[in-house]
């Protein structure tokens, strides 16, 4: 069973809405319908999100077909203590969830706690999948995802690269992972 990690791609950034709450911007939507074609695409036989709009978007353009088992503890790390944050202060805020991994920054959900959390939901959803699985989510917890699957420390080094849309393939208990990879040059 192959696995499939992908982030959602652009959002539609509004302040004055809960964060989980944010869907996808026409850019997100527009790279998401140009790779629903995709043989890769084609293959999936189970996709899994988290339960925020955006991930279940992601999940919706890709495979309309599929309905995308939701699940809360695919959510990105916790940020709710501070709301959103403007674009220098969030990757200050960021650039420090992953320097201090077992200290909560203003109240965040701590590094380590998510990375615990996602790779036990990653695991559950896979239990006894055979298929090839889409897991949709977020980037800081799929770094720590795939952090914790190659046996990396936490570390924003290995953070997605920017836009979001990018996945990582992967098979539980084998230390053969890719790296990111934008969805538009997967094969």
Known sequence: MQALYLTHPQVDIDPSRPVPAWGLNAQGRARLAAVAPRPWVAGITKVFSSTEAKALQTAALLRPDLTAEAHADLGENDRSATGYLPGPDF?????????????????????????????????????????????????????????ALTGGAISRRGDQPAGGGNLFAFRLDDPVITGWTAMEAWQ
């Open 91 to 147: 990757e200050a805020a960021a650039d420090a969830f992953f320097a201090h991994p077992d200290t909560s920054f203003r109240g965040w959900e701590t590094a380590r706690a998510a990375q615990t959390r996602i790779v036990a939901a990653v695991r559950r959803c896979l239990s006894g999948q055979t298929g090839a699985v889409l897991l949709v989510g977020h980037g800081a917890v799929g770094t720590l995802l795939r952090q």
